[in-house]
C-alpha cells in the first residue's frame, strides 16, 4: 500500500486523540481551548510547550544554586 507524505502526517496527528485523562481534565482543556481560540490537540501542544519551558527554568535554577 502506497501512501503519500501528507496521509503519513495526518496519521501521526490523529495518535493524540489516544491520551486517557480524567474528565474533569478534558472538560478544562475543551474550555481552554474554545476560549483561546485552539483545538484541543492545539491546546495539549500548548499547554506541554509552557510547561516544558517552565520545567526548563527550573532546571536552570537548580544548576546556580548548587
Known amino acids: 500500500m502506497?501512501?503519500?507524505k501528507s496521509e503519513e502526517k495526518t496519521k501521526r496527528k490523529r495518535t493524540h486523540r489516544g491520551i486517557r485523562v480524567p474528565i474533569d481534565v478534558y472538560e478544562e482543556?475543551?474550555?481552554m481551548s474554545?476560549?483561546?481560540g485552539r483545538?484541543?490537540?492545539g491546546q495539549m501542544?500548548?499547554?506541554f510547550g509552557v510547561f516544558k519551558s517552565i520545567t526548563n527554568?527550573?532546571?536552570k535554577v537548580k544548576i546556580h544554586v548548587k
Open 57 to 59: 527554568q527550573i532546571d
Open 45 to 47: 501542544k500548548y499547554i
Open 29 to 31: 482543556i475543551k474550555n
Open 34 to 36: 474554545k476560549v483561546e
Open 2 to 4: 502506497n501512501t503519500n
Open 39 to 41: 483545538t484541543i490537540g
